[in-house]
């Protein structure tokens, strides 16, 4: 059913609360799965106009993936990590397209209104955008 899981991760607690949902169904369906963080930093957004180098912030966020990637290839199953850069409901996008993902899975904060008119809200963004089934799990409180 589902061959290929995008799972973005934004290296917040917040990743623990939707980890445990995409390994069930990762053994389950014998999915791979695609670990991705979307950088946005300044450095992120104008990396490639201005040549910038990576960011400290960028090799933490590389390093992070790598962590958890290899936790869950501990537990033999097939994951990739990708690190974009930009705005993160659009990199989503690109990356679970142009990667053929059967399932976009992510953590929601649950901003509510005001949270999510200041700040905006990288769900409700990419599913108006994508005909990609949508795995969300709340997030737990700190």
């Known amino acids: 059913m589902y061959k290929k899981i ?7 607690p917040a990743d623990e609360s ?6 069930e169904l990762a053994q389950r369906f014998g999915s791979a799965i695609l670990l991705l963080h979307v950088a946005d930093g300044f450095a992120a957004r104008c990396f490639d106009q201005l040549k910038l180098a990576e960011s400290e912030e ?6 992070y993936l790598e962590t958890v ?26 990356v ?26 990288t769900i ?8 990609i089934p949508i795995l969300v799990a709340r997030a737990k409180k700190i």
Not at 18 to 23: A, E
Not at 124 to 131: K, L, M, N, W, Y
Request: aromatic share 2%.
């Open 6 to 12: 995008l799972v973005a991760l934004d290296n917040s």
């Open 18 to 23: 939707i980890l445990p949902h995409v390994v």
């Open 58 to 63: 960028m090799k933490a966020d590389r390093q």
């Open 69 to 94: 990637a290899a936790r869950l290839r501990g537990g033999k199953i097939p994951v990739e990590t990708r690190l974009a850069m930009g705005n993160p409901p659009a990199e989503i996008l690109k």
């Open 96 to 121: 679970a397209e142009g990667e053929n993902c059967d399932l976009i899975a992510m953590a929601g904060h649950g901003h509510r209104l005001f949270g999510d008119i200041f700040h905006g809200s």
């Open 124 to 131: 409700t963004q990419v599913r108006h955008h994508t005909t």
